[in-house]
Nanobody, 129 residues
Framework: QVQLVESGGGSVQTGGSLRLSCAVSGYTYSTACLAWFRQAPGKEREGVAGIYTRDGNTWYADSVKGRFTISQDNAKNTLSLQLNSLKPEDPAMYYC??????????????????????WGQGTQVTVSS
């Protein structure tokens, strides 16, 4: 059974940082297409960052490039998202996801919530001014 458990959310001031983690179990982590999504109230779920764990290729939404960093710890089967320079538009529930696609398709699929096969329960990020 695939399980994804997020942690690390919280409340920070504008310009602050947070580090989110996602523990992945029940899935072949070493060759996985993984992603972080976020969803704010009244908005659609959007892809924030993606990674293919076998080769470490990463992708980012334009809105977070240069501020967020996705990374992996293969020994611990853990996916992380470092959030720096947080802005008022970043607050949302953040989710990690598994996208069951081969390596060649990961780059074109990681940001699509409809292509994601497994989800965590989410962790809340709040930014105050």
């Amino acid at each position: 059974q695939v399980q994804l458990v997020e942690s690390g959310g919280g409340s920070v001031q504008t310009g602050g940082s947070l580090r989110l983690s996602c523990a992945v179990s029940g899935y072949t982590y070493s060759t996985a297409c993984l992603a972080w999504f976020r969803q704010a109230p009244g908005k659609e779920r959007e892809g924030v960052a993606g990674i293919y764990t076998r080769d470490g290729n990463t992708w980012y939404a334009d809105s977070v490039k240069g501020r967020f960093t996705i990374s992996q710890d293969n020994a611990k089967n853990t996916l992380s998202l470092q959030l720096n320079s947080l802005k008022p538009e970043d607050p949302a529930m953040y989710y990690c996801a598994v996208i069951q696609r081969p390596a060649a398709a990961c780059g074109g699929s990681w940001y699509r919530a409809d292509k994601s096969d497994y989800w965590g329960q989410g962790t809340q990020v709040t930014v105050s001014s």
